[in-house]
């Protein structure tokens, strides 16, 4: 019975030692963190395969089951050690994509994105991608960001609350989209001297949009949802965000 057993976990091994690296790669990064790891009983092959995959999926469902728990200690402090962590890990990788969706999170006591002046990772300015939602990140941390990523290529911003403003200015020729969603204390936005081509755009009407020096930008998306606090109530208030782009209208594409 062990002889056949043997032979049948050799066979395995054999079957995943005849793959390429490159599909193996694919195949471990395209399950969740917690799959790749569990393959790493499989075969002596796979066994560290799993810290070398291109993409970490983590999720932090186990918070909201720990936060019922008695707390005999700080559970807001130990989540944000842990990010910290995971981001500082996932930066020491050179990594080009970065999507940090904290949505699940306490609005009160939500993750502050830790990377501005004065700490600031020389591995983090090979980004390309970066969407923080539900993070609570200041416009001169985002502005710092857009200075020293100049490989950064879209920049989506959603649900921080602690955006008041934000400037696009002198953006890389990379550069490329901007995404902006329910950042409800949003009240000033300056786009300028930037080859951005896309602006995606869900919100309210802002006091302060200066959009200027923007030859390249020829889509516009923006999603207004009568139902939501943006607009309820509020007449004339689609149009209002409409005239906020009214200066670059004439060049967009139909």
Known sequence: MASV???????????????????????????????????????????????FTSNLDLHVDWYAALKKQPRDYDTEHTLQLWIDEW???????????????????????RYSFPYKQR???DN???????????????????????????????????????????EVVGTSSVFKCLAISQCKNLKSIVVRESEVVCIKYNGARCRLFVIVDVPLLTQLWIQADPQSCYFSGRRGAI??????????????HT
């Open 5 to 51: 057993q043997r032979k049948r976990l050799a066979y395995t091994d054999d079957r995943f030692s005849m793959l390429p690296d490159e599909i193996l790669g694919l195949i471990l990064s395209s399950l969740s963190l917690k799959d790749a790891m569990a393959t790493s009983i499989l075969c002596s092959r796979l066994r560290y395969s799993w810290i």
């Open 87 to 109: 981001l500082n890990y996932a930066v020491s990788r050179k990594v080009e994509s970065l999507d940090l969706n904290l949505i699940a999170y306490s609005p009160e006591k």
């Open 119 to 121: 700490h600031f990772p």
């Open 124 to 166: 983090l300015k090979l980004l390309k991608k970066l969407c923080l939602h539900s993070v609570n990140v200041s416009g001169e941390a985002v502005a710092f960001m857009l200075g020293n990523c100049r490989l950064l290529e879209q920049l989506s911003l959603s649900e921080t609350d602690e955006l008041s403003s934000l």
């Open 239 to 252: 149009k209002g965000i409409l005239d906020m782009f009214r200066s670059v209208l004439a060049q967009l």
